[in-house]
């Protein structure tokens, strides 16, 4: 019998390919393994997804695979299956979903690889730039003999047993003669040693001394205990840690990697966004030392690699990231953690539209490994699954430090209330009260709106015009900066701001609303001795964002305004006011998760006051007081929150009770698209679930956001409480997507969360 092979092709084409297998190379060929293939006329890399003896269907040639790449499979066993079912739940290529997991240079043009003749063989394209490599030294679990060393030989392994690793040069500042006692001890089995580069990462510049870990009270060591029992018992596992924020659930995930790496196996960790959470990297350096992974945006690619390749190799056994840390390639994965679990961003809204906490879930079952998904505000999907009995839920009810008490929440009805001392109607007299009062006793404030620019619309005051994007159904914004800009938040466009109202000539254009340019400028004004910075996807992506950061924990800005990258994680000591200047604005979105958007917005940006001795305050500015959200962060009532917010969904069947696969279609012909979302919607009902109205079919109707870009956009929403009826629906429906006008895309998105 001849050798088949499966081969998928990193090509955004749904389906993998077969080959056949020379029996020359029948003992290499492995799953996970790159090959060489043939691919219409060009010769491409492929990845290995399967083997199976058989032979080619009638009157089909295979072609043979031409040389095979990797000695060893390239990704391990454990996250190739993983991928695999990854591609078939969002319906995804498996092409695509293989060019998330692999490196750009893993996947290569193959040409390039050939022309400097290093093809068949391992990749040793990736030259180690900059070069310079230093000598560590790391200890090991060998234990020594009781008192069978003395000397500098003890000294510095007890140094290092403390620190972890340590770069030799180091230990010899310490110890005259370091280099012969670590040459001791590596021949007793005590230390091994290891040349490599420096990590050059932002992470990684500032040296971490190491922390000693404290006592935990009594519920994380509860928390923890149960954790380490799934960690022994080496079955997977997953829980919900739902803990008030500075509860001190970053302790429990270090304890839940210490315990995984005890046992010898590797640890994913998943924040929502790793370039504002340098103090968490910082947290794990600190009880880990430097051999972690941090998987960022700021990585050039061949440090991404190297990464990369040390994480697969098992040199590093923690990875870090953002969302697509959930490809990361851990070798011997057991655990899982996923902090801030609620968070929208862990959901990918291009491409692969995958959604990294459900991912990490299924790969740690897959895995046999322990997932711990955590916040303080959990996603209605947790909470249902924890009432389920598919998620055991970890509680941490208080904040570890036992002075800080959570703030007091106050609201403030801007109908009532007229306007401020500024004279700013949208900052009420009530926050400007009491942000004179915390500048006053040297404290910090954060004012957070949603809303960047310096008006969110302009207005015609003649007509009522309201100026939008040509290319999008949106208003334009308002921003200051360079001469003052009209700008559309969605495609980039930007112009100049026109003397006139293009519909009806009156030269009477106004700007409505407030935006964060036009915050700062006004708390500036009004606090002309304050010190006022703003934080917006303007100012400050990544490195930026962690600069003005650094300039609020040194106390070096008294006023901090900016959007919801002011509410994240940030441990500021000092803050004890925070005011939320439009909460309507959060609440009012047209989606069936506003309310639990807005929720979790306030209590996150709540938590930032008063996190440590002194009492936090929290002003709410809406114009709608009673509305559930704003009523239960008032309260710090998750709980209740969560009743409420499941009832109401349980009423409209929504998720978590009903699941959802979105058909996003759009043109620049908006007939076309309309036609197509038709075509699509008409499958779907004609589908068996959708006969027996197991699955519902909503719309085509045009989307929320109508045009984009120029491209009309139509919708066709599937919704069941059957997962697998509403599976098959959505199979039937996808279908149909290759016979469709070829100038419609379509997209399915599988578990929407953007809608
Ligand atoms: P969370 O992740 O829930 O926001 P953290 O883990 O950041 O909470 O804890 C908040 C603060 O309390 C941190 O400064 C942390 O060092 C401290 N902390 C956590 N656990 C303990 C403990 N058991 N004893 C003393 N301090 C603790
Ligand atoms: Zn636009």
Redesign the pocket.
């Known amino acids: 019998m001849p050798l088949l092979c499966e081969v998928a092709v990193p090509v955004p084409l749904a389906r993998a390919f077969s080959y056949e297998v020379p029996p020359a190379l029948a003992a290499s060929v492995r799953p996970g393994a790159r090959v060489l293939v043939e691919f219409g006329r060009k010769k491409v890399l492929g990845v290995v997804l399967a083997t199976s003896e058989g032979a080619a269907p009638e009157g089909v040639r295979l072609k043979p695979i031409t040389a095979v790449v990797d000695p060893e499979p390239v990704l391990p066993p454990e996250l190739l299956s993983f991928l695999r079912e990854l591609s078939s739940y969002y319906f995804a290529p498996i092409g695509e979903v293989l060019r998330l997991a692999l490196p750009a240079v893993e996947r290569e043009d193959v040409r390039a690889l050939e022309a400097q003749g290093e093809l068949p063989g391992t990749l040793s394209r990736v030259k180690q730039v900059g070069g310079r490599k230093i000598a560590y030294a790391r200890p090991t679990d060998v234990v020594e003999e009781p008192g069978g060393l003395r000397g500098q030989a003890a000294s510095v392994l007890a140094l290092l047993r403390s620190n972890g690793e340590m770069p030799i040069a180091r230990l010899e500042e310490k110890f005259g003669n370091a280099r012969a006692a670590v040459k001791k001890l590596a021949s007793l089995g005590l230390v091994v040693t290891e040349e490599r580069e420096p990590p050059r990462d932002a992470f990684f510049v500032r040296p971490e001394p190491r922390d000693e870990p404290?006592?935990?009270?009594e519920a994380?060591s509860a928390a923890e205990a149960r954790i380490e029992a799934a960690l022994e018992e080496a079955k997977s596992s997953a829980f919900l840690l739902f803990?008030?924020?500075?509860?001190?659930?970053?302790?429990?995930?270090?304890r839940a990697i210490a315990g995984c790496l005890a046992r010898g196996r590797g640890a994913i960790v998943m924040v929502p966004e790793i370039a504002l959470t340098p103090q968490l990297v910082a947290?794990f350096r600190a009880r880990f030392g430097d051999d972690l992974a941090v998987l960022h945006s700021g990585l050039s690619e061949a440090d991404r690699h190297a990464m990369w390749k040390r994480v697969r190799t098992g040199a590093v056994r923690v990875a870090i990231g953002a969302r697509s840390a959930i490809f990361a390639p851990v070798a011997n994965l057991g655990l899982i953690l996923v902090?801030e679990e609620h968070d929208g961003s862990f959901k990918q809204e291009e491409g692969v539209r995958y959604h990294a906490r459900d991912m990490a879930l299924l790969r740690a079952h897959r895995a046999a490994a322990v997932a711990v998904l955590?916040s303080?505000t959990p996603s209605l999907e947790s909470v249902h699954l924890v009432r389920q009995g598919k998620l055991a839920e970890l509680r941490?009810p208080d904040?570890?430090?036992r002075e800080?008490t959570l703030p007091e929440v106050t609201t403030v009805d801007l109908r009532r209330i007229g306007p401020g001392a500024t004279g700013n109607k949208l900052i009420s007299l009530p926050l400007h009260r009491a942000i004179e009062k915390t500048l006053a006793a040297g404290e910090q404030v954060i004012l957070f709106l949603n809303r960047r620019g310096f008006a969110p619309s302009v207005v015609c005051e003649s007509c009522g015009h309201v100026a939008t994007c040509l290319a999008c159904s949106v208003a334009l914004t308002f921003h200051r900066a360079r001469g003052g800009r009209m700008r559309c938040h969605y495609c980039d466009w930007e112009g100049p701001m026109p003397a006139a109202c293009s519909e009806c000539r009156a030269p009477s254009l106004a700007l409505e609303g407030l935006g964060t340019e036009r915050l700062e400028e006004t708390i500036a004004e009004a606090f002309p001795t304050a010190r006022v910075a703003r934080l917006d996807r303007d100012v400050a992506d990544g490195a930026k964002a962690e600069a003005i950061l650094a300039k609020m924990r040194a106390g070096e800005i008294d006023v901090l305004v900016g959007t919801q990258m002011v509410t994240k994680?940030h441990?500021l000591g000092n803050v004890t006011l925070v005011g939320v200047l439009n909460a309507d604005a959060a609440l009012s979105l047209p989606d069936f998760r506003a309310s639990e958007r807005g929720f979790q917005l306030l209590v996150q940006v709540a938590?930032r006051a008063g996190?440590r001795d002194r009492p936090g305050r929290v002003i709410i500015q809406t114009r709608n007081p009673e509305q559930p959200a704003v009523q239960f962060a008032k309260r710090h009532d998750v709980n209740a929150f969560l009743e409420h917010e499941l009832a109401d969904r349980a009423e409209v069947g929504y998720p978590p009770f009903s699941r959802l696969s979105l058909f996003r279609v759009d043109a620049l012909d908006e007939e076309a698209a309309r036609r197509a979302a038709g075509v699509i919607a008409a499958h779907a009902k004609t589908s068996p679930e959708g006969q027996s109205r197991v699955v519902e079919v909503l719309g085509p109707a045009a989307a929320p956001l109508a045009r984009l870009r120029g491209r009309y956009r139509f919708r066709v929403l599937l919704r069941s409480k059957d997962r697998r009826a509403l599976r098959a629906a959505t199979a039937v429906a996808a279908a149909a997507i290759p016979e469709l006008d070829r100038r419609v895309r379509v997209v399915v998105d599988v578990d929407p969360v953007a809608m």
């Open positions: 404290p006592e935990l009270n994380q803990g008030v924020t500075g509860s001190g659930k970053t302790e429990v995930y270090l947290r902090d955590g303080a941490l904040r570890a430090h800080a994680g441990d938590g996190r």
